[in-house]
């Protein structure tokens, strides 16, 4: 009988952070807990020490087995991208402190173990998630929605590396 895995889910960004515990096996996923988070405006200092404690506090609360996150994806926007590397490197550094391994997935292996097809859209990502596993009824942000579908793709991935 193989353990259950548990996994800290991150969708980075520096305005908006989507996070999830989602815990099982691809076939079976179970959503623990997602979130949007979003720091107030302000330094660039104080945006990423509560992106840090958001991920401390997750970690501390579920004690995921994983912590697992998308692959920066470059944009015509250099700020954004910074920004969402700055997010990304106080991310990995809280996985860090805690001895969490990372997975990273790419935005096309999240489709892929989502939808089955590599090429999907974001919105066909959203949408068959309730098919996979049971979300409460509350308005997302597609961060959020992101991040439940890197935790069922690290779920994917961490069964395949045992």
Do not use: W
């Not at 720091?39 to 200092?45: F, I, M, N, Q, V």
């Not at 979300?135 to 395949?160: H, M, Q, S, V, W």
């Amino acid at each position: 009988m193989r353990a259950i895995m548990r996994v800290l889910a991150i969708d980075p960004g520096y305005d908006r952070l989507g996070i999830a515990v989602v815990e099982g096996d691809p076939s079976r996923p179970v959503l623990c807990m997602s979130a949007c988070v979003q720091p107030e405006k302000g330094s660039r200092e104080a945006r990423l020490a509560h992106v840090s404690r958001a991920i401390s506090d997750a970690i501390n609360e579920y004690a995921p087995a994983a912590l697992s996150l998308e692959t920066l994806f470059f944009s015509a926007n250099v700020k954004t991208a910074i920004g969402v590397a700055e997010a990304r490197g106080a991310i990995l550094a809280v996985a860090g402190i805690a001895g969490l391994p990372v997975i990273e997935c790419s935005p096309q292996q999240v489709k892929l173990a989502v939808t089955g097809h590599g090429g999907s859209s974001k919105a066909a990502v959203a949408l068959i998630l309730p098919h996979l596993l049971s979300l409460p009824k509350k308005n997302r942000l597609d961060d959020e929605a992101d991040a439940i579908a890197i935790g069922i793709t690290a779920l994917a991935f961490g069964l395949r590396k045992k």
